[in-house]
């Protein structure tokens, strides 16, 4: 199985920028769709943001768009969330999954992510 491990969270005033970062321990990185979720305290999990395998797709959620970018660097093993102009509504556990060669209509499936993350917190204050 691959393992990913999120990191980047932290507490952060409305307006201010935060990147997460996803390592994943495979070599194999390059071969699986990346995405990223949160979950808000006492809410359902919501995919954010998705990367194809090779970086040729994307997917974003009409909340983020234009604030999140998703990202990826294979060589590194590690995907990113750039996060910019935060909210309080933004606060949450973040969390990066994998799926096995995802596809561009697979990205927004959530049961395709069959590897996760153990989350990182998000904090946003106003």
């Known amino acids: 199985q691959v393992q990913l491990v999120e990191s980047g969270g932290g507490l952060v005033q409305a307006g201010d920028s935060l990147r997460l970062s996803c390592a994943a321990s495979?070599?194999?990185?390059?071969?699986?769709?990346m995405g990223w979720f949160r979950q808000p305290p006492g809410k359902e999990r919501e995919l954010l943001a998705a990367?194809?395998?090779?970086?040729?797709?994307?997917y974003y959620a009409d909340s983020v768009k234009g604030r999140f970018t998703i990202s990826r660097d294979n060589a590194k093993n590690t995907v990113y969330l750039q996060m910019n102009s935060l909210k309080p509504e933004d606060t949450a556990v973040y969390y990066c999954?994998?799926?096995?060669?995802?596809?561009?209509?697979?990205?927004?499936?959530?049961?395709?992510?069959?590897?996760w993350g153990q989350g990182t917190q998000v904090t946003v204050s106003s």
């Open positions: 999954a994998a799926q096995y060669r995802g596809t561009p209509t697979s990205l927004q499936n959530v049961a395709a992510y069959g590897y």
């Open positions: 990367i194809s395998w090779s970086g040729g797709s994307t």
């Open positions: 495979r070599r194999t990185f390059s071969s699986y769709a």
